[in-house]
Nanobody, 123 residues
């Protein structure tokens, strides 16, 4: 079993920055893919960014503002969020899987999830 723990959420104003962290523990194998998703009240969980095989992909809504870094081999990733907007307000979840199934943008591709961390951006 793999446990993911996020940290770094908070309440900020529009234009501010936040850095989220996610650490995986449990099974002593590295995750093939790790990702960030977010879910706003009343909305479905949506893809934010994913890191796999050394490359990173982003949702169009965050491209240029968010940067995902870290090392999936070490089971640790970060999400640097700059120029935050009120529409970025959501619970942010870290996700991971032992196998990269190719559909990294889909929540269904991940077996392991963190508990989520709240990010609130006020205007």
């Amino acid at each position: 079993q793999v446990q993911l723990v996020e940290s770094g959420g908070g309440m900020v104003q529009a234009g501010d920055s936040l850095r989220l962290s996610c650490v995986a523990s449990g099974r002593t194998v590295s995750l093939d893919v790790m990702a960030w998703f977010r879910q706003a009240p009343g909305k479905e969980r949506e893809f934010v960014a994913a890191r796999r095989r050394g490359s990173t992909s982003y949702a169009d809504s965050v491209k240029g503002r968010f940067t995902m870094s870290g090392d999936t081999a070490k089971n640790m990733v970060f999400l640097q969020m700059n120029s935050l907007k009120p529409e970025d307000t959501a619970v942010y979840y870290c996700a991971g899987d032992l196998f990269d199934r190719g559909t990294y943008y889909s929540a269904r591709a991940y077996d392991y999830w963190g508990q989520g961390t709240q990010v609130t951006v006020s205007s």
